[in-house]
């Protein structure tokens, strides 16, 4: 079970949100506590909210009164509404917020039913409710909830897979919000990548994918993810949901420092991969369906982007045992996407056998330099050798702290100081 906690000081968008879709019928209300009234005809937005405001304080220094949180079940669970009810009522009690009023809504809005509870951060005296710690706390209270009640959890666990997504045309983004961090989670924790290109290859499997944005404000450049639900095809199907708003880990500088370590961590595969590669492509596959069944075979999993035209302009390779995806210039100048759009233009021409190009992989460097002679400089994609040469160069020297040489620097101008002071005196 995944719980989602934030605060706000509106009051009246947070019971909107949830009201809303109880009036289309996307949401039903399963129980409130603390609240004045109780309907037969059932809870209204105007009465919840009037008595909630009146159950602040004039006199309150929180300024975020508001408490909502989201209980996310695992995707197969099917609880009762008697059930959802219960498990809110031991999560607030535990959470600390047990003797606050809050309403509890069960969204049905999606496959996967959820509930929203919205409370108050403060008590009747204006204190505020202990929220230190509060997302660590709340994780191992919904731990213990998913074992008393022997619950599917929700975390990924270490060789757990995480699940595609399921969306639907015109569902709004909130709703998988939490969904498409499970799943980024799970990626991060397993693959290694170098460029936005490889990780689009691997979020394709989980019906995902992430562009870069980039804007200026006040003269100064951002740069920024996003991230779009997509169907087995790779169509966009959902609204896109900015990196910032699924949590940290998933943002612009993180992902980029985790394609600057990946480029040292893949190293030791790129031969592997590359003789497999190779293994197939010297059985002459007819078409890119065959291609793609005997690497397969391989271990390897494969994705082909092309132009509007049908042009390839990128091939990237993966191993999700080993949790590695690597563009084809990676593997060598004679991997390139040119180099398969030439093959498939063409495939009695197969330039895969020729031995003086592509000859025994074991030797690294003869190969490299043979690799060199009549192959395409570049994919047309721009990713390619360039940048893995000047990580080779850069990044295999010494790291220097700056410390020393500063020190340095500062004694010896010290010294010549004082030297030509001692020159003037003599002088005198």
Not at 109 to 125: A, F, G, K, Y
Not at 134 to 143: A, L, P
Not at 158 to 186: M, Y
Not at 254 to 281: C, E, Y
Request: charged letters at 30%; a positive charge; aromatic letters at 8%.
């Amino acid at each position: 079970m995944i719980a989602k906690i934030s605060s706000t000081a509106n009051l009246g968008g947070a019971l909107g949100y949830n009201f809303k879709k109880v009036v289309s019928g996307e949401a039903s209300v399963l129980l409130a506590e603390g609240l004045y009234t109780n309907p037969e005809g059932g809870y209204t937005m105007e009465d919840v909210l009037s008595d909630m405001q009146a159950l602040i304080p004039k006199k309150c220094r929180t300024k975020n009164v508001v408490f909502h949180c989201s209980l996310n079940p695992h995707p197969d669970e099917k609880l009762s509404d008697e059930q959802l009810s219960q498990i809110a009522k031991e999560y607030m009690q535990a959470l600390g917020y047990g003797n606050q009023p809050y309403i509890v809504f069960k969204h049905n809005d999606i496959t996967r039913e959820h509930i929203h509870i919205v409370s108050l951060r403060v008590d009747s005296l204006g204190r505020k409710i202990n929220d230190k710690f509060e997302n660590r706390r709340s994780k191992r209270i919904t731990d213990a909830l998913e074992r008393k009640y022997g619950l599917i959890s929700s975390t990924p666990r270490k060789g757990q897979k995480a699940e595609p997504l399921s969306v639907q045309e015109g569902q709004t983004s909130g709703n998988i919000r939490s969904e498409v961090a499970q799943v980024l989670r799970e990626v991060l924790a397993h693959y290694r990548f170098c460029s936005l290109g490889e990780f689009n290859a691997v979020l394709r499997r989980y019906n995902l994918a992430v562009e870069e944005v980039k804007t200026t404000y006040r003269g100064k450049q951002y740069d920024g993810l996003i991230y779009v639900p997509t169907d087995e095809k790779g169509n966009k199907v959902g609204n896109p949901i900015h990196a910032s708003k699924i949590g940290r880990g998933v943002g612009y500088a993180a992902i980029q420092h985790k394609m600057n370590q990946s480029k040292q961590s893949i190293k030791p595969f790129i031969a592997g991969m590359r003789q497999r590669v190779l293994s197939v492509m010297r059985t002459s596959p007819q078409n890119e369906g065959e291609l793609l069944a005997r690497l397969e075979e391989q271990g390897l999993r494969c994705l082909i982007r092309k132009n509007d035209s049908g042009r390839i302009y990128g091939i990237t390779f993966i191993d999700d045992t080993e949790g590695i995806a690597i563009n084809g210039s990676r593997l060598g100048k004679g991997y390139s996407a040119n180099r398969f759009e030439a093959y498939f233009a063409d495939t009695t021409q197969n330039a895969f056998l020729d031995e003086s190009l592509y000859g025994q992989l074991s030797v690294s460097g003869q190969e490299d330099k043979a690799l060199a002679f009549g192959m395409p400089p570049k994919e047309e994609e721009g990713d390619n050798l360039i940048d893995e040469v000047l990580d080779d160069l850069i990044g295999d020297a010494p790291l220097s702290t700056g410390n020393d040489d500063w020190k340095e620097a500062a004694w010896q101008r010290k010294l010549r100081r004082q030297s030509k002071l001692r020159l003037r005196r003599r002088k005198r």
